[in-house]
């Protein structure tokens, strides 16, 4: 069993930034072992891919629509990743997820159906 408990969100200018963290906490696993993944869910539509970083940190994918403004990253010594937020725009407001891929995948997955275990979410609004 793995529990992920998000935190950092809030409510922010357009422009600003914000840094989400992901704290996991797994009985029996080893938190280095396992992809990370951060999705997000705007109100109406569906959950969307937005990064996610290999098991090892070397690895990492983007969406497109965030790709140069924000950065995942891990410390395996916290069992924590991270989601650093720059130049936030409205339409970035959503309730944002981590999720743990149990895989030992080289290059982590983008598909939300691959992923083991998700947290409750935390919720980020940028105002224009």
């Known amino acids: 069993q793995v529990q992920l408990v998000e935190s950092g969100g809030g409510l922010v200018q357009a422009g600003g930034s914000l840094r989400l963290s992901c704290a996991a906490a797994?009985?029996?696993?080893?938190?280095?072992?396992?992809?990370m993944g951060w999705f997000r869910q705007a109100p109406g539509k569906e959950r969307e891919f937005v990064a996610a970083?290999?098991?090892?940190?070397?690895?990492?994918v983007y969406a497109d629509s965030v790709k140069g403004r924000f950065t995942i990253s891990r410390d395996n010594a916290k069992n924590t990743v991270y989601l650093q937020m720059n130049s936030l725009e409205p339409e970035d407001t959503a309730v944002y997820y981590c999720?743990?891929?149990?895989?030992?995948?080289?290059?982590?997955?983008?598909?939300?159906?691959?992923?083991?275990?998700w947290g409750q979410g935390t919720q980020v609004t940028v105002s224009s």
């Open positions: 797994a009985s029996g696993r080893t938190f280095s072992r396992y992809a």
């Open positions: 999720a743990a891929d149990l895989q030992m995948r080289l290059i982590p997955t983008i598909r939300p159906s691959e992923y083991d275990y």
């Open positions: 970083v290999s098991w090892s940190g070397v690895n990492t």
